[in-house]
Nanobody
Framework: QVQLVESGGGLVQPGDSLRLSCVAS????????VGWFRQAPGKEREFVAS??????????SYGDSVRGRFTISRDNAKNTVWLQMNSLKPEDTAVYSC???????????????????WGQGTQVTVSS
């Protein structure tokens, strides 16, 4: 079983950058794919980014709305996945949650229901 804790959210201005962290408990972190999802008030949960496990070559994937602005990375020795968010826009405002799963396949990385473990979320607000 894995427990996930996100941090790094906050209030920033448009154009600013922010880095979110997702720290996992437990061992064998390299065997887990990790995804970031976000949900704004009144909107459906949206896929942001994912990074696959060792078996998947740690390949990243991005949602269309963040591709080119956000970067996902991981350090298995620290049991941590980061989401570097640049050129933030007001429409990026949401609660960001990380999720993990050890059986994810490439075609499922953007599907929230495929992830077994979730963190509590961290609020990101982009406003002038």
């Amino acid at each position: 079983q894995v427990q996930l804790v996100e941090s790094g959210g906050g209030l920033v201005q448009p154009g600013d950058s922010l880095r979110l962290s997702c720290v996992a408990s437990g061992s064998s972190f390299a065997t887990y794919a990790v995804g970031w999802f976000r949900q704004a008030p009144g909107k459906e949960r949206e896929f942001v980014a994912s990074i696959r496990s060792r078996r998947g070559g740690y390949s990243p994937s991005y949602g269309d709305s963040v591709r080119g602005r956000f970067t996902i990375s991981r350090d298995n020795a620290k049991n941590t996945v980061w989401l570097q968010m640049n050129s933030l826009k007001p429409e990026d405002t949401a609660v960001y949650s990380c999720a993990a799963d050890s059986h994810l396949i490439a075609s499922s990385v953007s599907r929230a229901e495929q992830y077994d473990y979730w963190g509590q979320g961290t609020q990101v607000t982009v406003s002038s």
